[in-house]
T-cell receptor
Framework: AQSVAQPEDQVNVAEGNPLTVKCTYS??????LFWYVQYPNRGLQFLLK????DNLVKGSYGFEAEFNKSQTSFHLKKPSALVSDSALYFC???????????WGAGTKLIIKP | KAGVTQTPRYLIKTRGQQVTLSCSPI?????VSWYQQTPGQGLQFLFE???????NKGNFPGRFSGRQFSNSRSEMNVSTLELGDSALYLC??????????????FGPGTRLTVL
């Protein structure tokens, strides 16, 4: 069965430090992977996606993600965190059998000044 | 370009009632998908409409239904509301839908509370 796991409910990082939000997946076939961010009282915003090609994907707001096929992971990273990065982050993978996105439970990222 | 809009933003209903939520996609987008977001279950896919036809459906009971109009605006209806239907309902639009790996643009959601 297709699934996405975000093993951390919450990640705390000091402003200016690098951040990583973890995501692992299980899917049949080649994975199509996505990261979205949700700010309070707002809908989700697309950050980046991996379909094929370079394992390091660059996205919006200085975020990037590294696709690792052997570890079935797609961790979200940023070299220097900002307080404004505090939000809820969702990883998703596409189920090729029905084209639906399978979503992780979300990770709350808190950046402290 | 205006983003995805959803109305109303907040709604309070009682058990047994029905509710209709509305979503206006980004101009030119033909696909509208609906999601239910709850703290316990996370984001769950309800259905997708493309050019007025339901193209994809998640695992929700028949009390949840939707439709799409010729201008791509979509409505979602929930009948015989249950306490467990309390959630944030998100609408997302995209140019060509889920079958193509194009980006989905989400609205701010409608917060439904069932008492």
């Amino acid at each position: 069965a297709q699934s996405v796991a975000q093993p951390e409910d919450q990640v705390n990082v000091a402003e200016g430090n690098p951040l990583t939000v973890k995501c692992t997946y299980s899917v049949s076939g080649n994975p199509y992977l996505f990261w979205y961010v949700q700010y309070p009282n707002r809908g989700l915003q697309f950050l980046l996606k991996y379909i094929t090609g370079d394992n390091l994907v660059k996205g919006s707001y200085g975020f990037e993600a590294e696709f690792n096929k052997s570890q079935t992971s797609f961790h979200l990273k940023k070299p220097s965190a900002l307080v404004s990065d505090s939000a809820l982050y969702f990883c998703a993978v596409r189920d090729h059998s029905n084209y639906q996105l399978i979503w992780g439970a979300g990770t709350k990222l808190i950046i402290k000044p | 370009k205006a983003g995805v809009t959803q109305t109303p933003r907040y709604l309070i209903k009682t058990r047994g009632q029905q509710v209709t939520l509305s979503c206006s996609p980004i101009s030119g987008h033909r696909s509208v998908s609906w999601y239910q977001q709850t703290p316990g279950q996370g984001l769950q896919f309800l259905f997708e409409y493309f050019s007025e036809t339901q193209r994809n459906k998640g695992n929700f009971p028949g009390r949840f239904s939707g439709r799409q109009f010729s201008n791509s605006r979509s409505e979602m209806n929930v009948s015989t509301l249950e306490l467990g239907d309390s959630a944030l309902y998100l609408c997302a639009s995209s140019l060509e839908g889920l079958a193509v790996d194009n980006e989905q643009f989400f609205g701010p959601g409608t917060r439904l509370t069932v008492l």
